[in-house]
């Protein structure tokens, strides 16, 4: 029988909560969308409508990295759980985010400089460099404005300790964000970010990544990848600076 914890509201507890754990999902349409897997909508047992994919080991370990990393710096993700496994296999699944499209390069005038800059840091926090149009996510609003999320974080070097310790003061790739990122409006709201993942504490990150090494079946490295993860923390603000200044943008 599978394992069922509610959805948490938002805030969660100082440590965070775990990630959540939904029964297999009903696939209801596959997304056309050029992957390289294959990604699923789907709804579960109350009728909630999620995105799903295929995922394991340092993949699921970044997602659910990421995931939490994000909220706890205050950027803007979908709801987020774990499948628990039918047939072996487990998944990743995010709460469909409603109207949403992917980035186009017009876009970087009108979104908020604020949600820019924490994808920003978020990805030079996870050292991600898959920031494609497609996984970067708005959702229009009156008047041209909208809201961004970031989706898809299984390619970030923070799954895998062997990979992110070596990378642990390093940017992500040059210009890792899709045609027109706003990269000189973000650097002017990144401070908050950087605030933000400089407060996390040793305690918040153990527990993030012990339910991420929990799923990915990887939690001997429970103690090790924290020590990463806190170091690249600590040294966030110097990362994004050098990202920024590869995109020609001082900070
Ligand atoms: N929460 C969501 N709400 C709406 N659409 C989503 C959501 N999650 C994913 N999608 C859609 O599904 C597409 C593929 O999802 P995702 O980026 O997670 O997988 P992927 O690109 O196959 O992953 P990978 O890069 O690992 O191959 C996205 O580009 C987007 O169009
Ligand atoms: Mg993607």
Not at 50 to 59: I, Q, R, Y
Not at 131 to 160: Q, S, V
Request: negative net charge; aromatic residues 6%.
């Amino acid at each position: 029988m599978a394992r069922k914890r509610k959805t948490p509201s938002s805030g969660g507890t100082l440590l965070g909560d775990p990630v959540s754990v939904i029964a297999p999902l009903h696939r209801t349409k596959r997304v056309e969308v050029d992957s390289r897997g294959e990604v699923w909508f789907a709804v579960d047992e109350a009728g909630d409508e999620w995105v799903t994919k295929e995922v394991s080991g340092a993949n699921l370990a970044a997602e659910i990295l990421s995931w939490h990393l994000a909220r706890a710096i205050g950027v803007r993700i979908p709801h987020g759980a774990a499948v628990v496994p039918h047939d072996g296999t487990t998944s990743w699944a995010t709460r469909t985010i409603p109207n949403a499209l992917h980035w186009t390069p017009s876009l970087g005038e009108v979104v908020d400089p604020v949600d820019a800059a924490g994808v920003l840091v978020l990805d030079c926090l996870i050292h991600n460099g898959d920031r494609h149009e497609a996984n970067l996510m708005w959702t229009p609003l009156k008047g041209g404005k909208g809201l961004l999320h970031a989706i898809d974080h299984d390619l970030a070097a923070i799954g895998d300790v062997e990979e992110f310790r070596d990378l642990v003061v390093s940017p992500p790739p040059r210009l890792s964000h899709a045609p027109g990122f706003p990269y000189s409006r973000a650097a002017s709201a990144i401070g908050r970010y950087v605030d933000a993942t400089n407060a996390l504490s040793r305690a918040q990150l153990t527990a993030y990544v012990r339910d991420a090494l929990d799923w990915a079946k990887r939690s001997d490295k429970t103690a090790e990848h924290t020590d990463t993860v806190y170091n690249r923390c600590q040294a966030i603000g110097s990362i994004v600076a050098q990202y920024l200044k590869e995109a020609g943008v001082s900070s």
